[in-house]
């Protein structure tokens, strides 16, 4: 599977585990739901995380973050990299207004989404024979049609360094 993004209508396809849709467009059910097993799904709204205490408080009570959570960029990216305490085999995790998320603080932001561009890939792995790479966590993220390509710039410079 090549590093380049896939553009359909107002959706972007960035790695299998990872979509950036704008309102109206939509990602293939195919490429979110697996042919069987349980789903559990997240959905956030940007707007509910203008700042990383906010944040932290919607991803842990959406997300079911143990009592443990760390409140920090190092816990954060730990529970949503494991998030074995979820019962369901999949997991899909929507945020709306992904542009309105920590709007303020482009570190923040940039940790945020490297942190699920990391746990999406950890939670990937390759269908043998076929070569064909699957994922146990998607996550979408849908914003405005004018934010769609600095959020979509972001993510692909978290694919060059990690050379997907």
Known sequence: MGGSMKEETSAIHIAPWMHV????????????LPASGSVY????NGQDMPDEVSMFQHFSEVLKFPEYFGWNWNAFYD????LEWLSADNRILIIESAESTL?????????LFGSLWRAGQRW?????PEGVTLTKLSIVLSCDKGSLPTIAKQLEEWQKQDNW
Request: proline share 9%; aromatic share 2%.
């Open 41 to 44: 799904m997240a959905r956030l």
């Open 79 to 82: 529970c949503v990299r494991d």
């Open 124 to 128: 990937s792995y390759t269908k043998q």
């Open 103 to 111: 709007p303020e603080d482009s570190d923040a932001r940039k940790e």
């Open 21 to 32: 849709i704008t309102p109206g467009g939509s990602v293939p059910l195919d490429k979110l």
